[in-house]
Every structure is written in C-alpha cells, then in structure tokens.
Nanobody, 128 residues
Framework: QVQLVESGGGLVQAGGSLRLSCAASGLTFGYYAMGWFRQVPGKDRDFVAA?????????YYADTMKGRFTISRGVAKNTVYLQMNGLQPEDTAVYYCAAQYGSTGSKRSQDQAQYPYWGQGTQVTVSS
C-alpha cells in the first residue's frame, strides 16, 4: 500500500522559511516522479513544484515559486523535500505531495490527474 506522509508545516512570519518533507513508502521511490501542490479553502489545488526520476533529476516550478522554493529528493530516505524561502501570506495553504510513476515532463508534472498517489497534506500558515 502506497503511503505519502507530509510533515514540516506550521506557522511562520512573512519572509521566513520552512522545509516540508514527504516520506514515501509502499513504492519503489526511485521510479516515481514527485510533485508538490497546494490548496487554499474554496479554491483549486495548484501546482507548486515537481522533480523527475533518472540521472538528471530535472525540476519544474510554478512561476510564482521560482527562486523561492526548491524541491529535492533524498533517495536513501525515500523522501522528497520542499524548501520554501521568502514566504508570504499568499503562500498560506495546505501543501500536498504526490507521486506519479515514471519520468515526467514540464506539462505532465503540473497535471494533477497524472498523480495517482497523494498525501494527506500539511498546513502552512504565513502571518504578515
């Protein structure tokens, strides 16, 4: 049974940083591209970032996250991370990690329908 468990959310002041973690089990981690999405109540879930499989481990970001967020994966720990710097109140949301089998691309990585596995989410709240 595939499980994705996010952690690291919390309350932070504007300009601060958080690192989210997503621990994966029940799958061969190295075969799955991983993504982060976020959702504000009453709004659609939005793409944040994704990281590919393979030697290149290419990464993809939503435009508003480029330069502030960094996605990485720790293969030994079956964990994907999202380092978030320069947080702003508009970054307040529930953050979800997700997994899709195989290599992904820029367009496919942003498509929620391509991810069959999801975590339960972790709340990030940024105060002004």
């Amino acid at each position: 049974q595939v499980q994705l468990v996010e952690s690291g959310g919390g309350l932070v002041q504007a300009g601060g940083s958080l690192r989210l973690s997503c621990a994966a089990s029940g799958l061969t981690f190295g075969y799955y591209a991983m993504g982060w999405f976020r959702q504000v109540p009453g709004k659609d879930r939005d793409f944040v970032a994704a990281i590919n499989v393979g030697g290149g481990l290419s990464t993809y970001y939503a435009d508003t996250m480029k330069g502030r967020f960094t996605i990485s994966r720790g293969v030994a720990k079956n964990t994907v991370y999202l380092q978030m710097n320069g947080l702003q109140p508009e970054d307040t949301a529930v953050y979800y990690c997700a997994a899709q089998y195989g290599s992904t691309g820029s367009k496919r990585s942003q498509d929620q329908a391509q991810y069959p596995y999801w975590g339960q989410g972790t709340q990030v709240t940024v105060s002004s």
